[in-house]
T-cell receptor, first 111, second 114 residues
Framework: QKEVEQNSGPLSVPEGAIASLNCTYSDRGSQSFFWYRQYSGKSPELIMSIYSNGDKEDGRFTAQLNKASQYVSLLIRDSQPSDSATYLCAVNQGNTGKLIFGQGTTLQVKP | SAVISQKPSRDICQRGTSLTIQCQVDSQVTMMFWYRQQPGQSLTLIATANQGSEATYESGFVIDKFPISRPNLTFSTLTVSNLSPEDSSIYLC???????????FGQGTRLTVV
């Protein structure tokens, strides 16, 4: 069983729509969760971090965490073509500082 | 956040040779991390580099192949030794300025072995 799982996609949404990205993890001891965006040929860029159950909003992005169900999601409102990228879910392994990454979900926002 | 300078940004190397990648951070950090991203894949942790101690390697990675130095709190190097085409990947350094919080990445080094 993979430790962090994401649908690889591609997830295709029209411009202006809400994109919903999901991630599940296996380590119940994890306390820190992150979403990174990676454009082709570039390094990952942190867009959201979440540590507590519930929602965390930052501009057009909302991260949602449910530790009981072991899932974390990312919502992107008013999706733009510039949001087209691979989104990586990362979980801090047992609070060691080591990040375990999912396979990433490729998002395509069509004009 | 942290500003991380990684170099070289890319290199093409002959098989059997080695490549050393440098990572410089603009602030002192306790731990630095080295990741590999193979073509079309996600990131896999190679090792954790702590200043003043030996690096800690993840399963499947060994010191002879990936020696790491961490001479001070702002700098680390990763060497990929005895290169083969299978080592063609992007190598990334990462730091966690505040423990157990966000991690930030360098620009990455794209290695091609021919």
């Amino acid at each position: 069983q993979k430790e962090v799982e994401q649908n690889s996609g591609p997830l295709s949404v029209p411009e202006g729509a809400i994109a919903s990205l999901n991630c599940t993890y296996s380590d119940r001891g994890s306390q820190s969760f992150f979403w990174y965006r990676q454009y082709s040929g570039k390094s990952p860029e942190l867009i959201m971090s979440i540590y507590s159950n519930g929602d965390k909003e930052d501009g057009r992005f909302t991260a949602q965490l449910n530790k009981a169900s072991q899932y974390v999601s990312l919502l992107i409102r008013d999706s733009q073509p510039s949001d087209s990228a691979t989104y990586l879910c990362a979980v801090n392994q047992g609070n060691t500082g080591k990040l375990i990454f999912g396979q990433g979900t490729t998002l395509q926002v069509k004009p | 956040s942290a500003v991380i300078s990684q170099k070289p940004s890319r290199d093409i190397c002959q098989r059997g040779t080695s490549l050393t990648i440098q990572c410089q951070v603009d602030s002192q950090v306790t731990m630095m991390f080295w990741y590999r991203q193979q073509p079309g894949q996600s990131l896999t942790l190679i090792a954790t580099a702590n200043q003043g101690s030996e690096a800690t390697y993840e399963s499947g990675f060994v010191i002879d192949k990936f020696p790491i130095s961490r001479p001070n709190l702002t700098f680390s190097t990763l060497t990929v030794s005895n290169l083969s085409p299978e080592d063609s990947s992007i190598y990334l350094c990462s730091v966690e300025p505040r423990r157990h919080t966000e991690a930030f990445f360098g620009q990455g080094t794209r290695l091609t072995v021919v």
